[in-house]
């Protein structure tokens, strides 16, 4: 198994750079208070051919042409993927009472809540990312595709917080450019609000990292952190954006290699 991991933030951050089901499958990861993820959806339509399509031309239409970097696992059909979410979700490292939260579109939104079950979670509902009127249609006759989805469920029992909640079902926030780093990046805002579920000092775990928004929502909010990033480009930009914001905060940014 081939994997490279870097120590960050005195500690509180560790990244990987390799497949998570391997790593996963390897044990080398500590039990999760949260994983919360964005994998790749495989979506983008309804046949074969619309689903083989390059990413950016299923993801990105309209507003600037940003030469975003590909990422890859995005064009599975639909029982596949299944399988493969009920997978990774059966590895993860968890305790009794760990949440495990994944965002997913319309589309996907039913296979992932039985990916979720197949896995042995509890399903406990579904959250909602408003992404603001500014949302893309295909034309004057659709609905906005104004939202994104989180499905949540917890590892057996779901305690009743003490450090804070209930937590909101629907998040508004916009994406802005300026925060952007990946083709199908999340706001850090919004996983700033998602980090705030699970207590301060927690472990959050994202098997899909990207670009690192959730690490960086993690260390701002006083959470901690392990991701995983399979690309070699966007695991190098979420260690820069990762030391960058422990830098802001004051911790020891240089990365310790494994």
Not at 77 to 93: G, H
Not at 145 to 153: D, F, I, M, P, S
Not at 217 to 241: M, N, P
């Amino acid at each position: 198994m081939n994997f490279e991991k870097r120590i960050l933030a005195n500690g509180r951050a560790t990244l990987y750079r390799g497949d998570c089901l391997e790593l996963l499958a390897a044990g080398v990861f500590p039990q999760a208070d949260m994983v919360l993820t964005d994998p790749p959806y495989a979506s983008g339509g309804m046949y074969r051919a619309d689903r083989m399509m390059n990413v950016a031309d299923k993801y990105v239409q309209g507003g600037q042409a940003l030469n975003w970097r590909a990422f890859a696992g995005d064009n599975k059909d639909q029982r596949s993927w299944m399988n493969w979410c009920s997978t990774w979700l059966a590895a993860l490292p968890l305790r009794d009472g760990s949440y495990v939260a994944s965002f997913i579109d319309w589309r996907q939104l039913p296979a992932l809540t039985d990916a979720y079950q197949w896995a042995g979670l509890t399903w406990r509902g579904i959250a909602a990312w408003d992404k603001g009127g500014g949302a893309r249609a295909p034309h004057k006759g659709y609905l906005r595709h104004q939202a994104e989805y989180l499905v949540w469920g917890t590892s057996g029992k779901c305690a009743a917080a003490e450090h804070a909640g209930p937590f909101s079902g629907v998040y508004r926030h916009a994406v802005k450019q300026s925060d952007k780093f990946h083709m199908t990046g999340k706001p850090t805002s919004l996983m700033r609000d998602l980090a705030q579920i699970v207590p301060a000092d927690a472990l959050i775990i994202d098997p899909f990292m990207g670009s690192g928004s959730t690490g960086v929502a993690a260390l701002q909010t006083g959470r901690r952190f392990v991701g995983v990033e399979i690309d070699l480009g966007h695991f190098d930009g979420a260690c820069q954006r990762i030391s960058q914001a422990a830098q802001a905060m004051g911790l020891h940014t240089e990365a310790t290699p494994c």
